[in-house]
C-alpha cells in the first residue's frame, strides 16, 4: 500500500519544535483519493508530525497507494509510477508545495505473488525504484518505509521481503517494522489503532533522523 509524500510550503517557518502544540487547522489531500488510498496511515502520520512544528505550519500529503500492487507494477513508466510523478508535480507546479519524503507501506503482494522472482527481487527492484523517483529533480528526497510484511504467510516468502526491506542501506532511507501491531480478522491489514500506531512510529522515524539533525 504505497506511498503518501508529506509536502510543507516553502514558506512554512522551520525546523520544528518537538512538544509544540498540535496546531488546529486540518491537513489538506493534494489530489483526489481511492477507497485503496483512504485507509493508510498517513493521516495519523501527519497528525503527529504537526505536533512537532509551531502553530501555523502547514502538511500536505500527495496519495498515490495502489492496493494489492507489486513493485513491478511500480516500475518506471507503469501507470502507477506516472500517476505518483503527474501528481507530484502537480503538488510542486501547482500547489506551491515542497516534496520532503515519500512514506511507503508496502511488502505484501510481493511476498504473496505466484511470480516466482518477485520476492527474490524486491530489495534489487526498490532501490531501482527509488533512483528512479529521485532523478533528475528530487535526489535527495528521502524515504520512510514502513515494512508491510507483518503476517501470517508462507513464512519464506514473507522472510525474504522483510530481508529485502530491512537491509535498505540507502542514504536517507529508513524502515519502521510493523511486526506485531493489530491486525484485522483477515491476517494482513492493519486495524484502524495499528494504522494509528504506525503513523506514530513512521513520525519518530522521521523526525529523529531527518528532523532533528539539522537543528544540531
Given at each position: 500500500?504505497?506511498?503518501?509524500?508529506?509536502?510543507?510550503?516553502?514558506?512554512?517557518?522551520?525546523?520544528?519544535?518537538?512538544?509544540?502544540p498540535?496546531?488546529?487547522?486540518?491537513?489538506?489531500i493534494?489530489?483526489?483519493?481511492?477507497?485503496?488510498?483512504r485507509?493508510?496511515?498517513?493521516?495519523?502520520?501527519?497528525?503527529?508530525?504537526?505536533?512537532?512544528?509551531?502553530?501555523?505550519?502547514?502538511?500536505?500529503?500527495?496519495?498515490?497507494?495502489?492496493?494489492?500492487?507489486?513493485?513491478?507494477?511500480?516500475?518506471?513508466?507503469s501507470?502507477?509510477?506516472?500517476?505518483?510523478?503527474?501528481?507530484?508535480?502537480?503538488?510542486?507546479?501547482?500547489?506551491?508545495?515542497?516534496?520532503?519524503a515519500?512514506?511507503?507501506?508496502?511488502?505484501?503482494?510481493?511476498?504473496?505473488?505466484?511470480?516466482?522472482t518477485?520476492?527474490?527481487?524486491?530489495?534489487?527492484?526498490?532501490?531501482?525504484?527509488?533512483?528512479?523517483?529521485?532523478?533528475?529533480?528530487?535526489?535527495?528526497?528521502?524515504?520512510?518505509?514502513?515494512?508491510?510484511c507483518?503476517?501470517?504467510?508462507?513464512?519464506?516468502?514473507?522472510?525474504?521481503?522483510?530481508?529485502?526491506q530491512?537491509?535498505?542501506?540507502?542514504?536517507?532511507?529508513?524502515?519502521?517494522?510493523?511486526?506485531?501491531?493489530?491486525?484485522?480478522?483477515?491476517?494482513?491489514?492493519?486495524?484502524?489503532?495499528?494504522q494509528?500506531?504506525l503513523?506514530?512510529?513512521?513520525?519518530?522515524a522521521?523526525?529523529?533522523?531527518?528532523?532533528?539533525?539539522?537543528?544540531?
Amino acid at each position: 500500500m504505497p506511498p503518501g509524500a508529506p509536502t510543507r510550503p516553502s514558506s512554512a517557518s522551520p525546523p520544528p519544535t518537538p512538544g509544540s502544540p498540535p496546531p488546529s487547522h486540518s491537513i489538506p489531500i493534494l489530489t483526489s483519493q481511492s477507497p485503496a488510498e483512504r485507509s493508510q496511515p498517513r493521516i495519523p502520520f501527519a497528525h503527529a508530525l504537526l505536533s512537532f512544528y509551531p502553530p501555523g505550519a502547514e502538511i500536505g500529503l500527495v496519495p498515490c497507494a495502489g492496493g494489492g500492487s507489486t513493485l513491478t507494477d511500480w516500475a518506471r513508466g507503469s501507470r502507477l509510477y506516472s500517476q505518483l510523478v503527474r501528481r507530484t508535480k502537480e503538488s510542486v507546479y501547482g500547489g506551491g508545495c515542497e516534496i520532503k519524503a515519500v512514506i511507503w507501506f508496502h511488502g505484501k503482494s510481493d511476498a504473496l505473488s505466484e511470480e516466482a522472482t518477485a520476492t527474490a527481487a524486491y530489495g534489487s527492484r526498490m532501490k531501482k525504484f527509488i533512483g528512479d523517483l529521485r532523478r533528475p529533480r528530487f535526489v535527495d528526497l528521502r524515504f520512510d518505509l514502513g515494512i508491510g510484511c507483518n503476517f501470517v504467510g508462507d513464512e519464506g516468502l514473507v522472510e525474504k521481503v522483510r530481508e529485502a526491506q530491512l537491509g535498505m542501506d540507502l542514504t536517507g532511507v529508513i524502515c519502521v517494522d510493523s511486526l506485531g501491531l493489530q491486525l484485522n480478522d483477515d491476517g494482513i491489514h492493519l486495524t484502524t489503532q495499528g494504522q494509528i500506531e504506525l503513523g506514530r512510529m513512521l513520525t519518530e522515524a522521521y523526525v529523529y533522523n531527518f528532523v532533528r539533525p539539522t537543528q544540531q
